[in-house]
């Protein structure tokens, strides 16, 4: 079993930045990959950013430049550095944890970007 909880939404201004937290817990050694997700109101979750095991990582195309996911192992926690939002980033942000079995899902934290 994993636990993932996100941390680090809030409010921001178009042009600003946040650092959205990751933290795992539980049978972190399990864990091959870590992804971050999103969704807006009305839409479907969408794939943001992925980090493996290896720490190789790849990005959407819309957060592409904007976006940076890191990894601090010591900490078992993923990060998510936002960097020039702009209104459509807005949605809530999950985090996702990728074994060999299952994948588990974080609770999620909102992201408000205003124009």
């Known amino acids: 079993q994993v636990q993932l909880v996100e941390s680090g939404g809030g409010l921001v201004q178009a042009g600003g930045s946040l650092r959205l937290s990751c933290a795992a817990s539980?049978?972190?050694?399990?864990?091959?990959?870590t992804a971050w997700y999103r969704q807006a109101p009305g839409k479907q979750r969408e794939w943001v950013a992925t980090?493996?095991?290896?720490?190789?990582?790849n990005y959407a195309v819309s957060v592409k430049d904007r976006f940076t996911i890191s990894r601090a192992n010591a900490k078992n926690t993923v990060y998510l550095q936002m960097n020039s939002l702009k209104p459509e980033d807005t949605a809530v942000y999950f985090c996702?944890?990728?074994?060999?079995?299952?994948?588990?899902w974080g609770q999620g934290t909102q992201v408000t970007v205003s124009s």
């Open positions: 539980g049978s972190t050694f399990s864990i091959d990959a």
């Open positions: 996702k944890a990728v074994t060999g079995f299952y994948d588990y």
């Open positions: 980090i493996y095991r290896g720490g190789s990582t």
